[in-house]
């Protein structure tokens, strides 16, 4: 995980260049967590590792599912679309999260399927 830490000591007597750095500060902390959300996204779209392959029903389709250790393949898009960036209400901070309900098992694995990792690498 990335982290960037500024500490403000006392307002300057120039309150101009305290917002123009306070700005900044937000353009850089969105920028990076686009930067997270996007390479999420591209690591599920381009991966196209081969593993177990299996019939799925509703829709019915063939799915080749990824090996472990790699981002899952995409499917129905579902994951992908799923993946949030979320700027905190003062805008120096950001989260990335992904609101798939499955989310959780692929990233972290579960006792029956390995770790398919998208978020945290």
């Known amino acids: 995980m990335t982290a960037i ?9 120039n ?6 750095y306070l700005s900044q ?15 999420a996204v591209q690591s599920i779209q381009s991966h196209k590792s081969s593993g177990r392959v299996y019939e799925k029903y509703n829709p019915r389709r063939t799915h080749t599912a990824s090996t472990a250790g790699n981002p ?3 499917d129905t898009g579902f994951l992908v679309n799923n993946i949030h960036l979320v700027i905190d209400s003062d805008g120096l ?14 990233e972290f694995g579960t006792s029956t399927i390995a770790a398919r990792p998208f978020l945290q690498p």
């Open 5 to 13: 830490r500024t500490t403000v000591i006392r307002k300057t007597k």
């Open 15 to 20: 309150q101009a260049i305290f917002d123009q």
């Open 25 to 39: 500060t937000k353009q850089i902390v969105a920028r990076g967590g686009n930067l997270v959300r996007n390479t």
């Open 72 to 74: 899952p393949n995409t």
């Open 93 to 106: 901070g950001a989260n990335v999260e992904s609101r798939a309900d499955y989310s959780e098992a692929l």
